[in-house]
């Protein structure tokens, strides 16, 4: 065999280990994950991960580098503090070209700087605040649409009371310590959790993600009236609305309370009027009127709805009856929503027409069991000729039996 | 007693028993024959509902019905008659039509829906199910689910 | 009931009616035993009552739906739109729990008058059979309206064949169409209820009544010195027994539109198989042996209560005494009361099982095993 010349084998040499080292820049066998094990398999599962992100795209560093001087390069960065953290995040999210193939928004920094957090961070440099990694994880970062994402609604009170539920914390900065439990014990948490409703509101539906502020005293009923616009519309028209305007009322929290707000009730006139009504009997006379209307209301369709249920159970005709009751029901929530008014005189006729929804089901249902009771009646007369019948083929057995004596 | 008594006396109580059977007979077949005969044009799988005629109906003009005691808005558009379970997806209440907006609309916490039943706003979290609905012989019917 | 000259004329003349003539004669007028009373009606009874059945189930099959969309609402039309429905569909309820109330009479008239005894021994285990084929009758039909009780119950019920060593689990899913109660389920007991049992029940009937035709009924002579019956004491069947039969026959109609009219069949709510009422229990005519095989470890329970159907049915076997009175017959009679008393207690205490009643203004909770607990006291408010 002829010897190859020296000039080839080392170009193949050096050729080898180019490949080599080329691939040692790929991400799955970069240098880093030798020593950082743990960050690797938080990564690797990450969306960063999925889109084809590696250390180095955040990090810099020499990935070839298999020890500590890997650190050493100019564009090495290693966050230290939180101002840093967000100004990194934002010089990809914040990019819009490049967060375009991804359909992602592009003013998370700046509608984190109007946010308390942001105000907080940027103004005062306080380290303590949330920043962009302590709600969506670090290197284990998931999309919000993934139900292990720190961010998925299911997760945002665990996230957020990571530092909003730590009492010690909160005390710091004269904030209440208890928002977290309160909302867990909430109707709207009960909505999330246990309907598993992902429209109901979590932390972040009210006071915003990255704007996270919580909304002024001008602005309570715009956010509860996103989703209860109806109630919202009818308290615009209302007294109440004007003192809402001049600060004196917080609109939907004054009577509803905020984080553990419970499913409304009747039982909520008896608490809340008198916190500024206590000693205005015209406004309590009101308050009882609104109060009773609804209550009595409520309770009429509760025992129509009884009554016809178990006509319907017994077998009697009660497709009319249920139709009546459904219209009394839409009477009743009607009422409902529209005690946010608090103008007894708009109420009034709903109330009265359910009445008269309810006196029609009342007597049909009445009619029917006359027809019933009929049905007892007729058994006299079928009794009475039965009996007869008996005697008379008595009476003619007793005739056959005597014409056969002889 | 003599012969001519006991045969009157027997066919005086042949008589009445025949006539109590015959009796017993009749009460025993009418109520049959009313049974079987049909309570209602259509039995109980009950298929479809009549609206009206068509020519009752001007553009966007609406009609409430019941089927198996459940109601069902009617409505005329420039395409054709649609109809929509008239229980709103929110809370139950009863909707109605909202001529000015030509929506669907509940009176109770102003929930909207758009012609084609989905909800275009407020509360109320699915679309109003459709019944189908044909025009035949210039009759409106609707049917059920 | 003469046929005119001119017809029976024409039929003379192509078939031999003479044959046909004399059967009916005889038949109509066959003598029986002058001790047939009021406790030998039943028999007839629970025909009748099973002819009620047949008509008024057909009358109701005009209506109904058999699947589980439409079952119950077609029992609601029945009950609610079709003239008289609630009555035919009365008639056929009360008239089911009749006439399993009147097999059951007519079966212990037969035995404490001995009547099973040689040579009816096969008429006894026809009989059987009926009684077997009425409780199941019974049984498929309660499923059909598909309410929440029927559902519950036959998923109950159905659950006891599972129980049977071997071959139970494979009865069961064949009973069942699967593996719970469902549109198969419906389907399966529906043609069981309105097609197979109709035609065996009629052969059994059928068979059982020409039986007793030949060999007429039985009386209180001994087995073996039987007598014919004297033509001049016993009682023509027709007119004079079937007068008697009439005037029962009144009294059932009256307790029968009594019982539909005081006691209505109600709808019930639609069958819902995730939601389980409280306190569900099968039938009153199952009420003795479901509360029997609580007692018992399945298999064993299984076994148990297999007792019973045994017994009746080889009884005439077992008992080779000669006597047919009552009064000369203690161990047979004592075992019969014994056995009633028995299957009553145990219904009893099956109804009042998981049921919280009032005892003397106090009140209290039956047990699974019927053992009462005294509940505490409501504070007064």
Redesign the interface.
């Known amino acids: 065999m002829q010897r190859v010349p020296q000039r080839r084998i080392h170009v193949i040499a050096i050729g080898c280990w180019l490949l080599m080292t080329s691939a040692a820049v790929r991400a799955d066998s970069i240098s880093c994950f030798n020593c950082h094990t743990n960050e690797m398999h938080q990564f690797s599962a990450s969306a960063h991960a999925q889109a084809g992100l590696n250390c180095v795209d955040c990090h810099g560093g020499d990935p070839r580098i298999a020890d500590e001087t890997a650190h050493a390069t100019d564009n090495f960065k290693r966050p230290d503090n939180k101002k840093a953290i967000a100004e990194l995040c934002a010089s990809c999210h914040g990019d819009v070209r490049r967060m375009n193939p991804y359909g992602l928004p592009t003013d998370q920094l700046d509608r984190y700087k109007t946010s308390k957090h942001g105000e907080q961070l940027f103004t005062h440099n306080d380290q303590k605040v949330a920043v962009c990694t302590d709600c969506h994880g670090v290197h284990d970062i998931l999309k919000v649409k993934s139900p292990q994402a720190r961010v998925y609604p299911t997760n945002i009170p665990q996230t957020c009371g990571r530092c909003h539920g730590d009492a010690k914390l909160m005390q710091e900065y004269k904030l209440p310590t208890d928002i977290i439990t309160q909302y867990q014990s909430s109707y709207h948490a009960y909505m999330v959790f246990e309907k598993g409703?992902l429209?109901a509101p979590t932390c972040v539906t009210c006071h915003g993600s990255h704007g996270a502020t919580p909304p002024g005293t001008a602005q309570v009923g715009q956010v509860c009236g996103k989703?209860?616009?109806?109630?919202r519309?009818l308290f615009e028209k209302s007294p109440h609305a004007e003192v809402a305007a001049a600060g004196l009322f917080n609109e939907c929290v004054s009577c509803h309370g905020n984080h553990g707000i419970q499913k409304a009730s009747v039982e909520l006139f008896a608490k809340t009027c008198v916190q500024c009504h206590a000693n205005d009997p015209k406004q309590l006379q009101l308050r009882d009127e609104l109060a009773g209307l609804i209550h009595r209301t409520q309770v009429d369709y509760t025992n129509a709805d009884t009554v016809v249920h178990d006509a319907?159970?017994?077998?009697?005709?009660?497709?009319?009856e249920?139709?009546l009751l459904?219209?009394a029901?839409?009477q009743v929530?009607?009422l409902?929503?529209m005690q946010h008014l608090l103008a007894a005189d708009q109420l009034r006729p709903v109330a009265t027409r359910f009445d008269e929804i309810v006196k029609l089901t009342l007597a049909d249902v009445a009619d029917l069991e006359r027809i019933?009771r009929w049905?007892?009646h007729?058994?006299a007369p079928?009794?009475a000729?039965?009996?007869?019948?008996?005697i008379?083929?008595?009476?003619?057995?007793r005739?056959?039996?005597q014409g056969r004596k002889p | 007693m003599n012969e001519e008594q006991r045969i009157s006396r027997r066919t005086f109580l042949d008589w009445l028993l025949a006539g109590g059977l015959l009796t017993w007979a009749v009460a025993f077949v009418a109520p049959v024959i009313s049974y079987v005969w049909p309570a209602q044009r259509r039995g109980p799988s009950i298929q479809t509902v009549s609206a009206g005629k068509a020519d009752e109906f001007a553009d966007w003009q609406t009609k409430m019905v019941a089927i198996a005691g459940q109601p069902v808005i009617v409505v005329r558009t420039p395409q054709g008659f649609r109809a929509f379970s008239a229980i709103c997806t929110h809370l139950g209440c009863i909707v109605g039509w909202d001529a000015a907006r030509r929506l669907i609309a509940c009176p109770c916490h102003a929930g909207f829906f758009d012609i084609n039943g989905r909800p275009v706003a407020g509360p109320p979290p699915r679309p109003l199910s459709e019944h189908a609905v044909a025009v035949v012989n210039g009759e409106v019917l609707v049917k059920s689910a | 009931m003469k046929v005119p000259p001119k017809i029976r004329a024409w039929l003379a003349e192509r078939y031999d009616i003479g044959v046909v003539e004399k059967f009916a004669d005889e038949q109509l007028h066959k003598p029986l035993p002058a001790e047939t009373g009021f406790w030998h009606t039943f028999g007839s009874l629970s025909l009748f009552l099973f002819l009620n059945q047949v008509v008024t189930g057909i009358l109701l099959m005009v209506y109904y739906r058999p699947t589980t969309n439409t079952a119950f609402e077609s029992v609601r039309f029945i009950m609610t739109k079709a003239h008289f429905g609630w009555l035919i569909r009365g008639l056929h309820a009360w008239g089911a729990t009749l006439m399993i109330l009147c097999v059951l009479i007519h079966m212990m008239r037969t035995f404490f008058m001995g009547a099973y005894k040689k040579p009816r021994e096969l008429t006894w285990v026809l009989g059987v059979f009926i009684f077997g084929c009425t409780v199941t009758f019974g049984f498929t039909g309660y499923l059909l309206p598909w309410n929440q009780l029927s559902y519950w119950a036959t998923t109950v019920g159905t659950e006891i064949t599972g129980a049977i060593p071997l071959a139970g689990q494979y009865l069961k899913v064949l009973l069942r169409g699967g593996e719970g109660v469902t549109g198969e389920t419906l389907a399966r007991f529906y043609v069981l209820h309105v097609v197979v049992l109709p035609w065996v029940l009629t052969m059994l009937i059928a068979t059982h009544l020409f039986l007793m035709r030949v060999q007429g009924l039985a009386t209180f002579e001994r087995v073996g010195e039987e007598k014919p019956i004297d033509k001049g004491r016993g009682i023509p069947f027709f007119p004079n027994h079937v007068l008697k039969e009439g005037v029962v026959f009144c009294l059932l109609i009256g307790a029968l539109v009594t019982l539909i009219i005081f006691w209505p069949v109600e709808l019930g709510e639609k069958a819902d198989p995730l939601v389980t009422p409280e306190g569900i229990k099968p039938e009153w005519y199952f009420l003795s042996t479901y509360q029997l095989l609580k007692y018992f470890p399945k298999t064993l329970g299984l076994f148990v209560s297999l007792i019973p159907p045994l017994l009746l049915l080889l009884w005439p076997f077992l008992d080779r005494g000669r006597e047919r009175h009552p009064k000369k017959r203690p161990v047979a009679v004592t075992i019969g009361i014994v056995a009633v008393v028995l299957a009553l207690a145990f219904g009893t205490v099956g109804y009042l099982s998981e049921r919280n009643i009032s005892v003397g203004g106090h009140p209290y909770h039956f047990d699974i095993y019927g053992v009462p607990h005294r509940l505490p006291e409501q504070p007064k408010r």
């Open positions: 409703d429209s989703c209860h616009v109806r109630q519309e319907t159970v017994r077998g009697l005709a009660t497709d009319d249920q139709l459904q219209e029901k839409t929530t009607q409902e929503a019933e049905k007892r007729a058994l079928i009794w000729f039965l009996a007869l019948m008996a008379l083929f008595w009476a003619k057995r005739q056959l039996e």
